[in-house]
Nanobody, 115 residues
Framework: QVQLVESGGGLVQPGGSLRLSCAAS????????ATWYRQVPGEERKLLAVLTPEDTQHYAATVKGRFTVSRDPTKNTLYLQMDNLEPEDTAVYFC?????????WGQGIRVTVSS
């Protein structure tokens, strides 16, 4: 059973930066697309960023130009660099990956953008 453990969330002021990490218990990043989602109370989980096995990146319009998805295969870790954060980015963030036909989610990590 693959486990994904997220870290790096917290409280940040508007305009600040955070880097989220998603560490996998196995070497799974690179076989299929890895993604980041976020969710606010009362709303559906929304797709933010996609990283394909070929390292192609896709972003939602709301975060394009501010967020960057990447991975380090040597550390079995997926990252989401978030810059120029806005109060509207406040949410719980989740990493997600499909590996050997099974879908795995991180536990979710809270990001709060507030002055």
């Amino acid at each position: 059973q693959v486990q994904l453990v997220e870290s790096g969330g917290g409280l940040v002021q508007p305009g600040g930066s955070l880097r989220l990490s998603c560490a996998a218990s196995e070497s799974i990043f690179g076989d299929d697309a890895a993604t980041w989602y976020r969710q606010v109370p009362g709303e559906e989980r929304k797709l933010l960023a996609v990283l394909t096995p070929e390292d192609t990146q896709h972003y939602a319009a709301t975060v394009k130009g501010r967020f960057t998805v990447s991975r380090d295969p040597t550390k079995n870790t997926l990252y989401l660099q978030m810059d120029n954060l806005e109060p509207e980015d406040t949410a719980v963030y989740f990493c997600h990956v499909v590996y050997q036909s099974d879908a795995y989610w991180g536990q979710g990590i809270r990001v709060t953008v507030s002055s």
